[in-house]
């Protein structure tokens, strides 16, 4: 077994440095040094439902270097930059597989961390650590441009939103609302512009009109505001809906337009739907969840092309009890990266 260290699950939302064992290299496997780890809200909910009869080393969105490779290994060679995500295995037969899209696998893909691995059945621990080690299919080329700083949360936060939006075949002409600006709704608006639409932020009070605009946001609605809501219904042919705590749809189904789509990226869980609020203008509910391996490549892409990053604040690993509190504070704008060099 390899050796590193890491920042291992100690306590309720708390973490501890410890060392850490990764496997030896399997044939088509890579080592990445880890340089940047973004810090996910899935992170925090993990840290907290924590039951201890696992080790749990969070972490999914991170970028590195290739420190050694497998002897089958043709993507990549020692001193690559690379990005890797909260997928790093999957069955590879299922139609959904066949079909590039890991993410939906039928018997789940391997999560980046508190997943299994395929081969020996051990637990996967994440990239809140200095190596990892993974199947090459699940490792990307950082394009040439492409911050790995900033790029870390691409690989959560931001493949969550680009593979909905390019499915629902986002671009010029669309008329986007994207509901929350955190670390989904940021990159959201970012996309949507990027890809062409006319884009607006629906937002709980004022306060981020001016960073709405920032990011290229053409308009901006105060949700709890009743009269502007009105005056918004039907406005739009895709809301992209990015609140993680539950809430009702209905007010934000009222804003989807004559067969426009409603798609929800932030709350995993039950909703309840009055099917007269789909039926009215032949509405569609839909939601998505990370993204296959083509959509990421295509993503990381793009970014580079159009020079879209997320809003980052970095901190050394060392602070990542801090940024756990501020983050459950919602302290940030708009996502938190960890630099690995000092765990």
């Not at 002409?173 to 929350?180: E, I, P, Q, S, W």
Request: a negative charge; proline letters at 6%; one cysteine or more.
């Amino acid at each position: 077994m390899r050796t590193t260290i890491g920042w291992l699950a100690a306590a309720p939302e708390g973490l501890r440095s410890a060392p850490l064992e990764r496997r030896e290299l399997r044939p088509d496997d890579i080592a990445v040094r880890v340089d940047y780890c973004g810090l996910c809200h899935s992170d925090l909910q993990a840290l907290r439902g924590h039951d201890g009869h696992s080790p749990l080393v969070p972490g999914h969105e991170f970028t590195g270097v290739v420190s050694e490779v497998g002897p089958d290994v043709t993507a990549f060679s020692v001193g690559d930059t690379v990005a890797v995500g909260n997928i790093v295995d999957s069955c590879g037969q299922c139609s959904m597989c066949r079909a590039g899209q890991e993410n939906f696998c039928h018997s789940f893909p391997t999560l980046t961390y508190g997943g299994r691995d395929r081969v020996d059945g051990s637990t996967t621990l994440g990239g809140f650590s200095r190596e990892y080690v993974v199947r090459e299919g699940f490792a990307y080329r950082l394009p040439a441009g492409l911050d790995p700083v900033a790029a870390a949360p691409l690989m959560c936060a931001g493949i969550t939103v680009w593979e909905p939006l390019r499915a629902l075949e986002v671009g010029p002409g669309a008329r986007v609302a994207v509901v929350g600006l955190g670390g989904l709704g940021h990159l959201a608006v970012k996309f949507a512009v990027a890809l062409g639409a006319t884009t607006t932020v629906i937002s709980r009070t004022p306060d981020k009109a001016e960073d709405a605009r920032r990011l290229g946001a053409h308009g901006f609605v105060v949700s709890t505001d009743s009269v502007q809501m009105a005056e918004a219904r039907e406005s739009f042919d895709i809301v992209i809906d990015t609140v993680s705590a539950p809430h009702d749809l209905a007010a934000y189904l009222n804003l989807v337009g004559m067969n426009g789509t409603l798609s929800v990226l932030g709350y995993l869980g039950p909703v309840t739907v009055e099917v007269t609020d789909l039926l009215m203008g032949r509405k569609k509910l839909t939601a998505a969840g990370s993204g296959g391996r083509p959509s990421t490549a295509e993503m990381l892409q793009f970014c580079a092309d159009h020079g879209v990053v997320p809003e980052v604040e970095v901190l050394p690993s060392a602070q990542i009890d801090t940024a756990l509190r501020r983050l459950a504070d919602n302290d940030v704008r708009y996502r938190f990266v960890l630099d690995m060099s000092d765990p």
